[in-house]
């Protein structure tokens, strides 16, 4: 999967592109603001994004993922405090709260994976906070 990083803190950006590597994956760009993101978005085409909410320009993610939303490519929000998503999660899957556990990192990226790509997901791992609508059920047969 081709994965963008929105994340101003260099130290988290590189340790989330060597996690979503290690698990496979390509990283298409690492935006630091609103403007740079958008540049990946146009450039690169990304299918699934981590973005925090907030960036070296203020609150910014928001907006970056109403632009994801609209060009369908599904994200998750990383940050600090969850209380600054709006409630409809902009179109987010959900969120990561910071500080987060490789471990939980790693769990939660599988998990996306799997959805992203349509395939049968279990419950979403501790750590994933997902938004309204998104919940997974673990038997649809039923």
Same mark, same amino acid.
């Given at each position: 999967?081709?994965?963008?990083?929105?994340? &101003?803190?260099?130290? =988290? #950006?590189?340790? !989330?592109?060597?996690?979503?590597?290690?698990?496979? %994956?390509?990283?298409?760009?690492?935006?630091?603001?609103?403007? #740079?993101?958008?540049?990946?978005?146009?450039?690169? *085409?990304?299918?699934?994004?981590?973005?925090?909410? %907030?960036? /070296?320009?203020?609150? /910014?993610?928001?907006?970056?993922?109403?632009? !994801?939303?609209?060009?369908?490519?599904?994200?998750?929000?990383?940050?600090?405090?969850?209380?600054?998503?709006?409630? &409809?999660?902009?179109?987010?899957?959900? #969120?990561?709260?910071?500080?987060?556990?490789?471990?939980?990192? +790693?769990? #939660?990226?599988?998990?996306?994976?799997?959805?992203?790509?349509?395939?049968?997901?279990?419950?979403?791992?501790?750590?994933?906070? =997902?938004?309204?609508? +998104?919940?997974? +059920?673990?038997?649809? *047969? /039923?």
């Amino acid at each position: 999967m081709k994965i963008m990083i929105v994340e &101003d803190e260099a130290l =988290l #950006a590189l340790e !989330l592109e060597l996690e979503v590597e290690a698990a496979g %994956h390509v990283v298409v760009g690492t935006a630091a603001s609103r403007k #740079a993101a958008f540049d990946i978005i146009e450039a690169s *085409t990304p299918e699934f994004a981590f973005v925090d909410v %907030h960036l /070296s320009d203020g609150p /910014s993610g928001i907006e970056i993922g109403r632009r !994801l939303a609209e060009r369908e490519v599904p994200f998750v929000f990383v940050t600090g405090n969850v209380k600054r998503i709006p409630e &409809d999660f902009v179109g987010a899957i959900g #969120a990561i709260e910071k500080p987060y556990t490789m471990n939980g990192l +790693q769990n #939660a990226l599988t998990y996306i994976s799997e959805q992203v790509a349509g395939g049968q997901v279990a419950n979403p791992p501790p750590g994933l906070i =997902l938004a309204k609508g +998104q919940a997974v +059920q673990n038997d649809a *047969t /039923s």
